[in-house]
């Protein structure tokens, strides 16, 4: 059985029809994940890109974001902060993390959108964009613990899920504390070189580092402090020339690091320094042999910083044991005669009472001292002397001073034969050829093989003792 209905119903049938309709909310579709895809509650501003959003302005104030944990909970609601178009029907809705969300550890969350055009056209998201939310900004450490007041300082500083940056960051540690400058080389670490006035206040200073929405402090992150940095103890605090001497050195409100260096005095040279701590260092260094003797100032100079201890009197340069440094020039021919020089270190060279020694086929004609470390030698070298390396000293009453082994060489001269006696001979003449020279025995042995060659000539060979060494160094 059919029911009949009149215009009229049919008429009010389709509009209301019409309204429902009307509204259900378009769905439009969100871009995930979010930008940027991690936040932290009441810093973060989110943005989330939809497309096939309804035609007309937007009031941000009209349009509901929701966030609900992925793993499942209740979700939490948050007004946009504002809403622009990109093309077309593609809308960018930005929003700020809700200050209600609490995680301790970075978490999942799945954003939807809905609301109205101003027309009173409704839009809800079709599917969620994640976003990770990170737990709440901190400080975690600051170094160093203590700066003077009056001095410049470097301070480093690092932290948990924060967002330095070498731009947007504030560094502030309080009154009479100015900043020259920020760097930041990831966004957990940062680095601030600063000013602290003279007549700052001394005691334990707040450092807070604000980068836009984030602030975070670490209460009683430095002492600044009112005395002057010092050096207390120098170990060993002696060394004797020559030597080469790992010194511990010990400061007080002192910030050793990598840009300290120091400073020993004269005649001392620094080998490398090796903080391990803001108050203690390590030097190496070495100990000149003509190093004048006595107490040194030191200095530890931290640029970093601009500071500066030190110790009076905190080294000391003993006498070493007697030696020769240097031997200049270090050779000299057979035949030859040559000036030398010579250094000596903790000697006590004078002019009648010094005698030097450069070995057997040397003689010393003179030693000419001119101060107690520093001496010339005028030296003959004999044709014979024995080729090779020798050792040289200067003895000086009980004090006797050598030199390494080889400090100086005597160098073969060039061959020569100096007398053949006699020049000629008749045939059938039984001779005696005699050969002498500073060098030249290979001649002596070409002679022979020569004669042995004619077949016809009978030889004999005679060497002296000095012409056996000679033979042995210049034919093996």
């Known amino acids: 059985m059919f029911r009949r209905f009149s215009s009229l119903q049919v008429l009010l049938a389709s509009f209301a029809l019409t309204q429902a309709l009307a509204q259900s909310p378009t769905p439009i579709t969100l871009t995930t994940p979010t930008s940027p895809t991690t936040?932290?509650?009441g810093v973060t501003n989110i943005n989330v890109t939809a497309?096939?959003?309804p035609a007309g302005t937007i009031?941000?104030?009209q349009v509901v974001v929701s966030l609900t944990p992925q793993a499942g909970g209740a979700p939490v609601n948050?007004?946009?902060?504002?809403?622009t178009t990109v093309v077309g029907s593609t809308q960018r809705f930005q929003f700020r993390v809700p200050p209600t969300i609490n995680v301790a550890n970075p978490t999942n969350y799945l954003v939807r959108i809905s609301g109205q055009t101003s027309t009173g056209a409704l839009f809800q998201s079709s599917n969620a964009a994640l976003l990770v939310i990170n737990p709440p900004a901190s400080l975690l450490t600051s170094s160093p613990s203590f700066a003077a007041r009056g001095a410049i300082a470097t301070i480093n500083v690092t932290g948990s899920f924060t967002n330095f940056s070498s731009l947007s960051s504030r560094f502030d540690m309080?009154?009479?504390v100015t900043v020259n400058s920020l760097t930041a080389p990831n966004r957990t670490s940062l680095t601030a070189v600063v000013n602290i006035a003279p007549d700052a206040v001394p005691g334990l200073r707040a450092i807070t580092v604000t980068t836009g929405n984030e602030v975070v402090t670490l209460p009683n992150a430095i002492n600044v402090i009112v005395q002057n940095a010092a050096i207390t103890a120098v170990t060993p605090n002696a060394a004797v020339q020559g030597q080469t001497v790992d010194v511990a050195v010990t400061g007080q409100f002192t910030n050793f690091?990598?840009?300290t260096a120091a400073n020993f005095g004269q005649g001392i040279t620094i080998v490398s320094v090796t903080p391990t701590s803001e108050t203690q260092a390590t030097v190496r260094l070495t100990v000149q042999p003509t190093a004048q003797l006595g107490s040194r100032n030191v200095l530890m100079t931290t640029s970093a910083f601009g500071q500066v201890a030190s110790l009076t009197n905190g080294f000391t340069v003993n006498r070493g044991p007697a030696a020769i440094a240097s031997v200049t020039p270090n050779s000299g021919i057979q035949g030859n005669s040559v000036s030398v020089n010579l250094t000596g270190s903790a000697t006590n060279w004078a002019n009648g009472a010094s005698v030097a020694s450069f070995?057997?086929?040397?003689?010393?004609?003179?030693?000419t001292v001119n101060s107690p470390t520093s001496a010339t030698a005028e030296i003959n070298i004999d044709p014979s002397a024995t080729p090779g390396p020798r050792t040289v000293s200067v003895f000086t009453g009980g004090e006797q001073a050598s030199s390494a082994t080889g400090a100086f060489t005597v160098v073969a001269g060039t061959a020569t034969i100096s007398a053949i006696n006699p020049g000629s001979a008749a045939q059938g003449q039984t001779l005696i050829v005699?050969?002498?020279?500073?060098s030249g025995a290979i001649y002596g042995v070409r002679l022979l093989q020569h004669l042995r060659a004619i077949g016809t000539v009978e030889t004999h060979l005679l060497l002296s003792a000095a012409g056996v060494l000679n033979a042995h160094q210049e034919l093996g």
Do not use: D, K
Not at 78 to 83: E, F, G, M, Q, Y
Not at 434 to 438: E, F, H, S, Y
């Open 59 to 61: 009031n941000p104030a």
């Open 434 to 438: 005699a050969i002498t020279g500073a």
């Open 51 to 53: 497309s096939g959003v």
């Open 359 to 367: 070995g057997s086929g040397i003689t010393v004609g003179s030693l």
């Open 39 to 41: 936040g932290q509650a």
């Open 174 to 176: 309080g009154t009479g």
């Open 257 to 259: 690091g990598p840009t």
């Open 78 to 83: 948050t007004p946009a902060l504002s809403v």
